[in-house]
């Protein structure tokens, strides 16, 4: 089964940036759309971005928007997440998720967690102040 593996969490000053990085544990050759969600302490999980792969188009959270940028490689079913500007309410556990696409363009956008196939364990990010 696919699941998805991030990496490049860790501890950034507020201000900085860090660069998170998601791909499947196995080699596959299947299409995914692919987000981001996120998960601060005491708080519920909370979606961050997505994108299609049809298309490659974006969505943003109005939280991180102007701040992240999703980006993905198809080619290796890689999905990146850059992260500027972070600040300290940015802490959490990001989590990378993948969704079987629609087989036509366009359609509402993935927002919650429960309409992804497969989802990562996650990778801590901490912004100290």
């Known amino acids: 089964q696919v699941q998805p593996v991030e990496s490049g969490g860790g501890l950034v000053q507020a201000g900085g940036s860090l660069r998170l990085s998601c791909a499947p544990s196995v080699r596959t050759f299947s299409s995914y759309d692919m987000g981001w969600f996120r998960q601060a302490p005491g708080k519920e999980r909370e979606f961050v971005a997505t994108?299609?792969?049809?298309?490659?188009?974006?969505y943003y959270s109005d939280s991180v928007k102007g701040r992240f940028t999703i980006s993905r490689d198809n080619a290796q079913n890689t999905v990146y997440l850059q992260m500027n500007s972070l600040k300290p309410e940015d802490t959490a556990v990001y989590y990378c998720?993948?969704?079987?696409?629609?087989?036509?363009?366009?359609?509402?956008?993935?927002?919650?967690?429960?309409?992804?196939?497969?989802r990562g364990r996650g990778t801590q990010v901490t912004v100290s102040s």
């Open positions: 994108t299609r792969w049809r298309g490659g188009s974006t």
């Open positions: 998720v993948f969704k079987r696409p629609r087989p036509v363009y366009g359609g509402s956008w993935y927002r919650s967690w429960d309409e992804y196939d497969y």
